[in-house]
């Protein structure tokens, strides 16, 4: 299943061009950095509350279209010591959480207003993780969901700043557990509006 969607995603952006999304294509491209507050199990257990994220977002349509396409590809990182929980891991061992994430869904961005563009969306993704531990490492991916809300701010013709905030879900089985890796995002936004 998780093959085949990121199969379906490496495909699509040669799709589009058949299918005359360049024939007007309007959209944005944008670096975001941000924070990731971590779900409530994998806080627990890595004693991890957040992780610092980057990467790029984008949504495209033509301009006949009602809402976009929109893509996202997020690395984030986080480190900590145990604590004593329930989860079996030993006490007091330095942690290191790697984090790749993919994004897939639509977006309706509101374009009543000239320099400010709210928006709206979710989708799928998958996410790809590393934790390491003193003394084991593991690796686990996850599909998974995710909503989101944002504005973007026009700070000249084509250049706009935006802040956004998403929610996303996915499990992943790491040390014998099965943990939710998403949490609430929380980032900032720089980027071409075309």
């Known amino acids: 299943m998780r093959a085949w969607f990121i199969s379906v995603?490496?495909?699509?952006?040669?799709?589009?061009?058949?299918?005359?999304?360049?024939?007007?294509?309007?959209?944005?491209?944008?670096?975001?950095?941000?924070?990731?507050r971590t779900a409530d199990d994998f806080s627990e257990a890595f004693n991890l509350d957040e992780r610092i994220e980057i990467g790029t977002t984008c949504d495209v349509k033509?301009?006949?279209?009602?809402?976009?396409?929109?893509?996202?590809?997020?690395?984030?990182?986080?480190?900590?010591?145990?604590?004593?929980?329930?989860?079996?891991?030993?006490?007091?061992?330095?942690?290191?959480?790697?984090?790749?994430?993919?994004?897939?869904?639509?977006r309706k961005?509101?374009?009543?207003?000239?320099s400010v563009r709210p928006f709206?969306?979710?989708?799928?993704?998958?996410?790809?993780?590393y934790v390491d531990i003193s003394y084991d490492d593991e690796f686990d991916t996850g599909l998974g969901v995710w909503v989101e809300a944002g504005t973007y701010i026009a700070l000249a013709r084509h250049l706009d700043i935006g802040i956004l905030w998403r929610w996303s879900?996915?499990?992943?089985?790491?040390?014998?557990?099965?943990?939710?890796?998403?949490?609430?995002?929380?980032d900032l936004l720089i980027g071409y509006h075309f």
């Open 169 to 186: 879900k996915a499990k992943i089985n790491v040390f014998g557990t099965k943990f939710d890796t998403g949490g609430i995002h929380f």
């Open 120 to 129: 709206v969306g979710g989708g799928l993704y998958t996410v790809n993780m």
């Open 62 to 106: 033509m301009k006949t279209w009602p809402i976009s396409i929109a893509f996202k590809y997020l690395l984030s990182y986080g480190d900590s010591k145990t604590s004593g929980n329930s989860y079996g891991l030993r006490k007091d061992m330095d942690v290191d959480v790697y984090c790749s994430e993919t994004y897939v869904g639509v």
């Open 9 to 36: 995603i490496c495909l699509i952006p040669l799709w589009l061009p058949v299918k005359g999304i360049c024939k007007e294509p309007t959209g944005n491209i944008n670096f975001a950095i941000g924070a990731l």
């Open 109 to 114: 961005v509101l374009d009543h207003f000239p």
